[in-house]
């Protein structure tokens, strides 16, 4: 990854953060579309 | 820049004898490990030059009374890997990357109000061997990627110290190796059974 991809992602990262911070419902589906929890919340 | 490794790699896959024979014949597929724990993130594992602890590892298996525990004759599959792009657990950069992606999964975990996972000792050994957290981190690196349309790791590498000193107050322990998580299998070029040494030559 260049130092430009790198900041990239980082700022992507922040902007996801944020977006997700602020709806927890949309933080939910993130980690469980990530595979880490079950719906449920427990680890998958 | 650099995280597209050049050139390929030998690594071991430790299995049981009936498992490399049918991915050697071309029968069968090594499949993705999905535990929680796993160190590296899902995806197939090897031991990155490692054939002696790749066997070690299956032997110890072997031996171990679980009802998901299919080793009964340990066996060893080499593998040719190109590790492509790869998230190198060994560079500072990608190491602060993953601190940096802690940060973004504790904020969005506490929103979701589900738990936080937890690295924890195995058995009676001092070796953090169930490694939630760090499973669930590396996941999230893989996630974040997907949802900001970049592209994504095809492996994942890493050195783990682990195991007992090897003298007293040594800064080496039994069982340091490098592990490498294939997540996109086109990494893997091909199979191989390791060979017995010919030891009227040379080790080359």
Redesign the interface.
Known sequence: ???K??N???I???K??KK?????AA??K??V?????TPK?N?? | MYSTRPGLILAFHGCDISVQNKVLNGKSELNFSENTFDWLGSGIYFWEYSQERALEYARRLSKQKHHNNNIKKPAVLGAVIDLGHCLDLIEYKNLQLLKENYESFREIQIASGFDLPENKKGGSLNDLLLRDLDCAIIEFIHQSRVDLNLKPYDSVKGVFLEGDEIYPDAGFKEKNHVQVCIRNPNCIKGFFLPRVLNDRYPTV
Do not use: C, Q
């Open positions: 990854m260049s130092e991809e790198r990239e992602y980082l992507g990262l922040k996801l953060r997700l911070v602020e709806n927890p933080a939910r993130f980690l579309d990530a595979g880490i929890y919340g680890l998958r």
